[in-house]
């Protein structure tokens, strides 16, 4: 099997590691964006806004307002193999 590779927000990274759930679905993905510079995807449907008083819901791979991770809905579908 190839190694996987995501393709999120324009850009192919190389994956590091892959968390599944108990369900077996994709929970987190770590993957490389540069030379010992790892970033972070979790799997959710909603994010918080801004002013971290509401929740909103997203359909694409979106970051967190303040830390340096995403969220998306699928992380199954943003996997591609080259």
């Known amino acids: 099997m190839k190694q996987p590779k995501i393709k999120i927000f324009g850009n192919v990274h190389k994956v590091m590691q892959i968390e599944f759930n108990k369900d077996g679905l994709i929970e ?3 993957y490389q964006v ?3 510079v790892n970033k972070t995807a979790f ?3 909603l994010i918080i806004n801004q002013s971290l008083t509401k929740q909103r819901k997203i359909q694409e791979p979106t970051l967190h307002p303040y830390h ?3 969220y998306a809905p699928s992380l199954e579908r943003l996997l591609v193999t080259t």
């Open 68 to 70: 340096d991770y995403a």
């Open 34 to 36: 540069g030379e010992n």
């Open 43 to 45: 799997r959710g449907d």
């Open 28 to 30: 987190k993905i770590v």
